[in-house]
């Protein structure tokens, strides 16, 4: 699942990037379509203006000729005609308007505007001004002018070229291009905005992802170490394994004769002496430890079968009840009835659970409360605790808690956690303690899931009660 996670994280910033990339382009486009129409709108202009000189030069050559005597309809005439000669020059221009301005009478004619009706040949205001202002630079300065103009209703491109005739300046050629792009430029600057947003948006999520997996390889690598640790432990405890096995197997042997001799004089000497006791006593002592030893070196468990948990943590509880009954403490159970059945050695476990509870019990001598309880655990893993309200566990158990040979109790042997973790390791699992946050410890059995139930017929044997109290006397 984190796999998963991580590999979408990284899906999702390609993507990101890609459609930053994608918009980039989309408004590059429309910005250089958007210089390519301005450009051939230039070329219209120019083209437009030049030709509406040629065509209407015939008509205004008379003007220095007889301006004053012109009378309404002269005018009216002399539009008319410059009407049609504009028309005819901006055919081939369909995105070009335009016409004549006439310096003497300050007069435009010619004008027909494209879609519009003959009887509203008027200029909008805003067109006529930026025309005028054209024109006017343009005879000023006896050569063609040229503008683009930006505003809110869009780009309008203008050029104005003077007419001369006989070397005196008589009228000059107007034609105007409504662009139209200001919405469009709009958009494009949106698109960018976008892509920007998006770029950042890609960066942002890199740099989490980035943080992210440097976690993981930390968390990883942090594993590894502790794996390492825990590796060169196994080797260490198998060779001490090897060794308390031939150590065992040769004392025990002795150890029986001492133990049978010894009896042997007690009954045929018929002596009933303390210290003759004292010494059987003190051989099975060191025959427990012995069988320990044995245990120890042979915490490796075989033959794994799908076995149920609950009741065996169970059955922990219940032998764990007589001695938790005389020091006043209370034993609750706290099982996950929906827990599948775990590839697992049931005596294994039980000698955990055994181990653990027979601790948690003399850290509680006067009264408390000891809790076992099972669930699912992260990764399809189940998880046993071992709770207990006791007094902790102090910082010196913490880095010695597994260490055999371990103990804080003068007459412990400091094998029973050894032994547990062994056993959990053999299970391919592990085991952890930890102070709870309401006193007393917690010791947390996490075994793998490898046998899944395929049915929903409850367990036989199984304790079905999610919370249950085993009361105390």
């Not at 009228?171 to 709009?186: C, H, I, K, Q, Y």
């Not at 209370?330 to 005596?347: K, N, Q, T, Y």
């Amino acid at each position: 699942m984190g796999r998963w996670a991580s590999w979408s994280q990284v899906g999702l910033v390609v993507g990101l990037f890609a459609a930053a990339l994608g918009v980039l382009w989309w408004a590059g486009d429309s910005v250089v379509a958007r210089e390519k129409r301005r450009a051939d709108i230039q070329r219209q202009l120019e083209l437009a203006t030049t030709r509406l000189a040629e065509f209407g030069v015939d008509g205004l050559a008379l003007l220095p000729v007889w301006p004053e005597t012109l009378g309404p309809e002269n005018w009216t005439e002399l539009d008319r005609w410059l009407t049609e000669r504009a028309r005819e020059a901006l055919r081939d221009f369909p995105a070009c308007e335009g016409g004549y301005y006439v310096t003497s009478d300050d007069l435009y004619l010619g004008y027909e505007p494209k879609g519009a009706s003959s009887t509203d040949r008027r200029l909008p205001r805003r067109d006529y001004d930026l025309i005028d202002q054209n024109v006017r630079e343009s005879l000023d300065n006896q050569a063609a002018a040229a503008a683009l103009i930006d505003g809110p209703g869009g780009a309008v491109a203008i050029r104005s070229v003077p007419v001369r005739i006989n070397d005196r300046k008589v009228a000059a050629t107007w034609a105007v291009a409504r662009l139209d792009d200001g919405p469009s430029l709009d958009q494009a600057l949106g698109r960018y905005r976008l892509a920007a947003g998006l770029a950042i948006a890609g960066i942002t999520l890199a740099l989490l992802v980035t943080a992210s997996l440097t976690r993981t390889v930390r968390r990883q690598n942090r594993e590894r170490d502790r794996l390492q640790v825990e590796l060169r432990r196994s080797e260490r405890l198998a060779a001490l394994g090897k060794l308390l096995a031939g150590v065992a197997h040769e004392v025990r042997n002795p150890l029986t004769a001492i133990r049978s001799t010894v009896q042997l004089w007690q009954r045929g000497l018929n002596v009933e002496d303390e210290s003759i006791q004292d010494v059987i006593n003190e051989v099975d002592r060191l025959e427990g430890l012995v069988s320990r030893l044995l245990q120890f070196s042979k915490a490796d468990v075989s033959n794994l079968v799908p076995d149920d948990l609950n009741a065996v943590v169970a059955e922990a509880a219940r032998l764990a009840k007589p001695i938790a009954d005389g020091q006043g403490v209370i034993v609750e159970l706290r099982l996950d009835e929906d827990l599948p059945r775990v590839m697992m050695s049931a005596p294994g476990i039980l000698q955990v659970l055994r181990n653990l509870t027979t601790n948690a019990l003399q850290a509680m001598p006067v009264g408390g409360k000891l809790i076992l309880s099972s669930k699912m655990g992260p990764e399809d893993t189940v998880t046993v605790e071992v709770a207990d309200t006791g007094p902790g566990l102090s910082t010196e158990l913490h880095a010695h808690l597994f260490e055999p040979f371990f103990t804080t109790r003068s007459e412990g042997t400091g094998l029973g956690l050894a032994i547990a973790r062994e056993i959990a390791l053999a299970h391919r699992g592990d085991l952890r303690a930890e102070d709870r946050p309401e006193g007393g410890a917690r010791f947390t059995l996490k075994l793998p899931l490898t046998f899944q139930q395929t049915s929903n017929v409850p367990l036989v044997g199984s304790s079905r009660t999610t919370i249950g109290f085993l009361p105390g006397p």
